[in-house]
Nanobody, 124 residues
Framework: VQLQASGGGVVQTGDSLRLSCAAS????????MAWFRQAPGKEREFVAA????????YYTDSVKGRFTISRDNAKSTVYLQMNSLKPEDTAVYYC??????????????????WGQGTLVTVSS
């Protein structure tokens, strides 16, 4: 599985961005996808995840109501729509794939494949 994240950039507080993560190599529609982020000087943290069908989504509390994760299995792509961005959202955002469907949605450990990361910078 290869994951290619894109869509990052420099925006101002309150702006929106949509990140994309294109997958190749295996059956994209059969595994859980997630976004994590790593801010400067901090550990990588869970942001959002989505089930194979898109019926179940999970978010960290700090992005609930502002971010939306979605997927298009026909395009083998997962998205992260980010609205009302804040300076504290500044980070490198990584997409990840869990091909074994672990119970631990919010942990990095079950995610077998990772994209290269895309930088989001939110200025105040």
């Amino acid at each position: 599985v290869q994951l290619q994240a894109s869509g990052g950039g420099v925006v101002q507080t309150g702006d929106s961005l949509r990140l994309s993560c294109a997958a190749s190599g295996r059956t994209f529609s059969s595994y859980r996808m997630a976004w994590f982020r790593q801010a400067p000087g901090k550990e990588r943290e869970f942001v959002a995840a989505i089930s194979w069908s898109g019926d179940s989504t999970y978010y960290t509390d700090s992005v609930k109501g502002r971010f939306t994760i979605s997927r298009d299995n026909a395009k083998s792509t997962v998205y992260l729509q980010m609205n009302s961005l804040k300076p504290e959202d500044t980070a490198v955002y990584y997409c990840a794939a869990d091909v074994n469907y672990s119970d631990y949605v919010r942990s990095e450990i079950p995610y077998d494949y990772w994209g290269q990361g895309t930088l989001v910078t939110v200025s105040s």
